[in-house]
């Protein structure tokens, strides 16, 4: 699979044919579970694939904005709580959801609501949270390639995606230099193909209302993850976000270098940011 171009043409789907996912596909995604990449390997994790029929279970439980999409089938992933548990449920998701679209499937992230009640209606005991919700299937064609920028509830634009542009923020907005809000030098002078390719494939991570409340800085030899504080995402999608944006870095960038990218969960001194930011993972470039 091609990551770069992966990454690129997934797109969050709202709604979904009735058209039903097969066994054989099934088990491909299961495949994918045991296969795909992990943050931090050490978090015991487990997966689930409800069909559409099942999607009750969720109500009220999970959804997007308290919609679940009436799916043909979706994915939760579990995991045991330990720190870094949700980056690792986001990087692994995502990971998951890439081979998805290479498979020819549609997605969209859906956010848990209600842990304890999700649980309890699937049986699910206390040893690992239900950690990420996918619906997944095959989505209604869509017009155009557009995308919602949502700055609060009553002020939404549509907007088409072009070229390299992210949902929300370009490229030379998403990453700053050695130091906070100072643009990067992207000119091909100064960083090669592998390391651009990569912050693009960051920029077409999901997010949560399409939101983007992430930044990189380039700096000290390292890529470094900022979560910026946003009053419409909770910290539990937040964290999500900010998996799926390492997966999508680490896994374009590793088809382009000799040598693996390994992502280091935590914070790190002797970088000014705004209080409502907080660094939480870096790796070696």
Same mark, same amino acid.
């Given at each position: 699979?091609?990551?770069?171009?992966?990454?690129?043409? $997934?797109?969050?789907?709202?709604?979904? %044919?009735?058209?039903?996912?097969? &066994?054989?596909?099934?088990?491909?995604? %299961?495949?994918?579970?045991?296969?795909?990449?992990?943050?931090?390997?050490?978090? /015991?994790?487990?997966?689930?694939?409800?069909?559409? !029929?099942?999607?009750?279970?969720?109500?009220?439980?999970?959804?997007?904005?308290?919609?679940?999409?009436?799916?043909?089938?979706?994915?939760?992933?579990? /995991?045991?709580?330990?720190?870094?548990?949700?980056?690792?449920?986001?990087?692994?998701?995502?990971?998951?959801?890439?081979?998805?679209?290479?498979?020819?499937?549609? !997605?969209?992230?859906? %956010?848990?609501?209600?842990?304890?009640?999700?649980?309890?209606?699937?049986?699910?005991?206390?040893?690992?949270?239900?950690?990420?919700?996918?619906?997944?299937?095959?989505?209604?064609?869509?017009? !155009?390639?557009?995308?919602?920028?949502?700055?609060?509830? /009553?002020?939404?634009?549509?907007?088409?995606?072009?070229?390299?542009?992210? +949902?929300?923020? !370009?490229?030379?907005?998403?990453?700053?230099?050695?130091?906070?809000?100072?643009?990067?030098? #992207?000119?091909?002078?100064?960083? @090669?193909?592998?390391?651009?390719?990569?912050?693009?494939?960051?920029?077409?991570?999901?997010?949560?209302?399409? $939101?983007?409340?992430?930044?990189?800085?380039?700096? @000290? &030899?390292?890529?470094?993850?900022?979560?910026?504080?946003?009053?419409? %995402?909770?910290?539990?999608?937040?964290?999500?976000?900010?998996?799926?944006?390492?997966?999508?870095?680490?896994?374009?960038?590793?088809?382009?270098? +000799?040598?693996?990218?390994?992502?280091?969960?935590? /914070? #790190?001194?002797?970088?000014? #940011?705004?209080?409502?930011?907080?660094?939480?993972?870096?790796?070696?470039?």
């Amino acid at each position: 699979m091609d990551y770069r171009k992966a990454a690129e043409a $997934r797109k969050s789907i709202r709604e979904f %044919t009735d058209k039903p996912v097969s &066994g054989e596909l099934k088990a491909a995604v %299961t495949k994918c579970f045991a296969e795909c990449r992990r943050l931090v390997p050490d978090i /015991s994790t487990d997966m689930i694939i409800l069909d559409g !029929s099942e999607c009750g279970q969720l109500q009220g439980n999970a959804g997007y904005e308290g919609l679940t999409f009436e799916a043909p089938a979706y994915l939760l992933l579990l /995991s045991e709580v330990k720190p870094g548990y949700l980056e690792n449920a986001g990087y692994m998701n995502e990971d998951m959801i890439l081979h998805m679209t290479d498979l020819g499937l549609d !997605s969209c992230w859906l %956010t848990v609501d209600d842990d304890p009640a999700l649980r309890a209606a699937l049986k699910i005991g206390d040893g690992k949270k239900v950690a990420a919700v996918t619906a997944f299937g095959y989505g209604k064609k869509e017009r !155009s390639l557009t995308r919602l920028h949502i700055r609060s509830i /009553s002020d939404v634009d549509v907007i088409t995606r072009e070229g390299h542009l992210a +949902p929300k923020v !370009s490229l030379a907005q998403m990453v700053y230099g050695d130091a906070w809000g100072k643009e990067a030098d #992207l000119d091909e002078m100064y960083i @090669d193909d592998g390391l651009r390719e990569a912050l693009y494939a960051a920029s077409y991570a999901p997010t949560f209302l399409n $939101r983007q409340s992430f930044r990189l800085l380039l700096a @000290d &030899g390292k890529a470094i993850l900022v979560k910026m504080m946003d009053s419409m %995402t909770g910290e539990l999608d937040a964290r999500l976000n900010c998996g799926a944006v390492m997966l999508n870095f680490a896994a374009v960038l590793d088809e382009r270098r +000799p040598f693996p990218t390994e992502w280091a969960i935590g /914070s #790190l001194n002797g970088y000014e #940011l705004p209080a409502d930011c907080e660094i939480v993972g870096y790796c070696s470039l």
